[in-house]
């Protein structure tokens, strides 16, 4: 069943978060919505990183993921919120949590799949905001 966006926005709103984070980071571009929504609540600094493994319809497009830009943000020792969509594998995930080794710790938050922190757990999962 469809999720609608006041339903996702509530859930974000009412996720009981354990940690205190420095830095919210999205995994662009499908974390970047929620990673806003979440970062919102949190108050904190917001970057992006720009990663890449699979196309619009979910279809895999490299073996592993692409970093797409450098990282140009600091996070060395800092507290991390990494966030994204969807976690099928976790291996975007996984590849992030590597590029952000030299963090303090990095939690994370999947709106969709197995993280940290997650909002639904389905097979099929349409999000609202792709049209």
């Known amino acids: 069943m469809p999720k609608s966006f006041?339903?996702?926005?509530?859930?974000?709103?009412?996720?009981?978060?354990?940690?205190?984070?420095?830095?919210v980071v999205a995994i662009a571009n499908g974390g970047i919505i929620?990673?806003?929504i979440i970062n919102q609540r949190l108050g904190c600094e917001f970057q992006l990183l720009k990663l890449n493994l699979r196309d619009a319809m979910q279809n895999k497009l490299y073996d592993k993921p692409k970093l797409l830009e450098e990282i140009e943000f600091a996070f060395k020792g800092k507290r991390i919120l990494l966030v994204d969509d969807?976690?099928?594998?976790?291996?975007t995930l996984q590849f992030a949590k590597e590029l952000l080794s030299d963090a303090k710790y990095v939690k994370t938050l999947a709106v969709n799949g197995i993280a940290d922190y997650c909002l639904y757990n389905e097979p099929c999962f349409r999000f609202p905001w792709i049209v």
């Open 6 to 23: 006041d339903e996702i926005i509530e859930r974000i709103q009412n996720i009981e978060i354990y940690e205190n984070f420095d830095l």
């Open 34 to 36: 929620p990673a806003a």
């Open 86 to 91: 969807r976690v099928k594998t976790g291996t």
